[in-house]
Nanobody
Framework: QVQLVESGGGLVQPGGSLRLSCATS????????MGWYRQAPGKQRELVAI???????NYADSVKGRFTISRDIAWNTVYLQMSSLKPEDTAVYYC??????????WGQGTQVTVSS
């Protein structure tokens, strides 16, 4: 019913910037919030940022002041603007939508590599 497709990942130098996009489709009317998660090799998936269905945002301490989550008015696309990137930001980034029912939908992930 719901599909999420991430794009925008790639290789970037430390200190650089990158913007990830999550395109939404299907029935997204009854969602609680959307978010970006990331998973590095050998580590658990962690929450990076969320945006609620009324537009409130929250961030992991490790990315506060560097990352910004946003969306277009129709919720067709959710963005993650990343700046001042660090090698420890290297991970596969996943888009998530949590429904009011507590069901989760996930995108396929996009690789972000921060390296010189």
């Amino acid at each position: 019913q719901v599909q999420l497709v991430e794009s925008g990942g790639g290789l970037v130098q430390p200190g650089g910037s990158l913007r990830l996009s999550c395109a939404t489709s299907g029935n997204i009317v009854r969602f609680l919030h959307m978010g970006w998660y990331r998973q590095a090799p050998g580590k658990q998936r962690e929450l990076v940022a969320i945006i609620t269905n009324i537009g409130n945002t929250n961030y992991a301490d490790s990315v506060k002041g560097r990352f910004t989550i946003s969306r277009d008015i129709a919720w067709n696309t959710v963005y993650l603007q990343m700046s001042s990137l660090k090698p420890e930001d290297t991970a596969v980034y996943y888009c998530n939508m949590r429904m009011i029912s507590r069901n989760d939908y996930w995108g396929q992930g996009t690789q972000v590599t921060v390296s010189s």
